[in-house]
T-cell receptor, first 114, second 113 residues
Framework: NAGVMQNPRHLVRRRGQEARLRCSPM?????VYWYRQLPEEGLKFMVY????????ESGMPKERFSAEFPKEGPSILRIQQVVRGDSAAYFC????????????FGEGSWLTVV | SQKIEQNSEALNIQEGKTATLTCNYT??????LQWYRQDPGRGPVFLLL?????KEKRKERLKVTFDTTLKQSLFHITASQPADSATYLC????????????FGQGTTLQVKP
C-alpha cells in the first residue's frame, strides 16, 4: 500500500512565478490536509479537503494560495506570484474516512523562491 | 491564544537510557494528543495517539502519558538506541474528528552510542 505521494520533492521558483504542488493520498483515504513548515518553525495547518470540497481553509493565506482536490486526480496546492517568504516545506497528509484523527504525511515538497 | 511548548533545547542521552520529552499546552482543551517523529528532510511519522480520557498509552518501547489537569504530556522512549535520534513533535486536536492539528516546534533527541 503506497503511502502519501507528493511531487515535486524539490521546486525552485523565481519571485512572481507560480508553484504547483501535487499530492496523491493513500489508497482508500478521502481526506487530504496541507501543512506548511517554515524554517525554524513548527508545522502549521493550512487547509482540509475532501473530494471536490474544501472543508476548512482557516490556515490558508488570504491571497495567492489556493487548494483543490478534484474528483479525479491528485490534490493541488497552488501558490501564485511566489515571494521569498513562501520558501518552506509543504506537507500533504491523508486520513481514512473512519479514523480521521490519525493522519499520514507524505515526504513533503520543498519550495525555494529565488 | 492556544500555545504548545516543547523543550526547544536538544536532548542528549546515552544509549540504553530512557528519554523523556515534555509537551505543555495552554488555552486549549484537546480531545486527543499525538506524537510524531520527524527525520531531517522527511515527513512526520505518526507514533502514538492518546485521548483525553486516557492516562497512559504504550507501544513497544514507547510510552505516552496525558495529564489534562496539568495540561501536559510526557513521551518516553525506554532502552533508547542511536536510531531513535530524531525530532519528536507533539500535536493537539479538538473534538472535531479531523486531522486539523496544532503542532509544537518539536524536541530533537540525540542518542549517543
Amino acid at each position: 500500500n503506497a503511502g502519501v505521494m507528493q511531487n515535486p520533492r524539490h521546486l525552485v521558483r523565481r519571485r512572481g512565478q507560480e508553484a504547483r504542488l501535487r499530492c496523491s493520498p493513500m489508497k482508500g483515504h478521502s481526506h487530504v490536509y496541507w501543512y506548511r513548515q517554515l524554517p525554524e518553525e513548527g508545522l502549521k495547518f493550512m487547509v482540509y479537503l475532501q473530494k471536490e470540497n474544501i472543508i476548512d481553509e482557516s490556515g490558508m493565506p488570504k491571497e495567492r494560495f489556493s487548494a483543490e482536490f478534484p474528483k479525479e486526480g491528485p490534490s493541488i496546492l497552488r501558490i501564485q506570484q511566489v515571494v521569498r517568504g513562501d520558501s518552506a516545506a509543504y506537507f500533504c497528509a491523508s486520513s481514512p474516512p473512519a479514523e480521521r484523527n490519525t493522519i499520514y504525511f507524505g515526504e513533503g515538497s520543498w519550495l525555494t523562491v529565488v | 491564544s492556544q500555545k504548545i511548548e516543547q523543550n526547544s533545547e536538544a536532548l542528549n542521552i546515552q544509549e540504553g537510557k530512557t528519554a523523556t520529552l515534555t509537551c505543555n499546552y495552554t488555552n486549549y482543551s484537546p480531545a486527543y494528543l499525538q506524537w510524531y517523529r520527524q527525520d531531517p528532510g522527511r515527513g512526520p511519522v505518526f507514533l502514538l495517539l492518546i485521548r483525553e480520557n486516557e492516562k497512559e498509552k504504550r507501544k513497544e518501547r514507547l510510552k505516552v502519558t496525558f495529564d489534562t489537569t496539568l495540561k501536559q504530556s510526557l513521551f518516553h522512549i525506554t532502552a533508547s538506541q542511536p536510531a531513535d535520534s530524531a525530532t519528536y513533535l507533539c500535536a493537539l486536536a479538538g473534538s472535531s474528528n479531523t486531522g486539523k492539528l496544532i503542532f509544537g516546534q518539536g524536541t530533537t533527541l540525540q542518542v549517543k552510542p
